[in-house]
Structure formats: structure tokens, C-alpha cells
């Protein structure tokens, strides 16, 4: 019995580790998940040279989607 509460204890433990370096990755955007894929735009800082600005991502009437860029 003890043999089988180490057992689970165990696996229970290195999955709480992989769990951990799976959140790890998608904090520091090592590899960033699909569903994170909008808040990660919306909370990014973007850094224009001096003397322009950022201009938000828009879509066009035609339907174009433009990404953001420097102005």
C-alpha cells in the first residue's frame, strides 16, 4: 500500500512540474500558447524611434486587416 501512495505521489509531483514549466514557457515568450495570442497583443508595449508614435492594427473597408506600426 505505501508502495502505491509513493507511486501517486509521485506522479502527482511531476505533474505539478510539468504544469509549472509549461506556464514557465508562456510567461517569458519562449513559446507563446494560441490562446494567449490576444491578450499578449494587448498587454505588449511598443517602442517607436523618437519623434513617431504606434498606430493600432485596423481593418480596412475592404476587409483588409493591417497590423500595427510606427508612424
Not at 29 to 40: T, V
Request: charged fraction near 20%; include cysteine.
Amino acid at each position: 500500500m505505501r508502495r502505491v501512495i509513493a507511486i501517486l505521489s509521485g506522479l502527482a509531483f511531476a505533474a505539478s512540474l510539468a504544469g509549472f514549466t509549461v506556464a514557465n514557457a508562456q510567461d517569458t515568450g519562449d513559446k507563446p500558447a494560441k490562446h494567449n495570442k490576444m491578450m499578449m497583443h494587448s498587454s505588449k508595449k511598443h517602442m517607436c524611434p523618437p519623434g513617431k508614435h504606434w498606430v493600432q492594427g485596423y481593418t480596412t473597408k475592404k476587409g483588409v486587416k493591417v497590423k500595427g506600426y510606427c508612424r
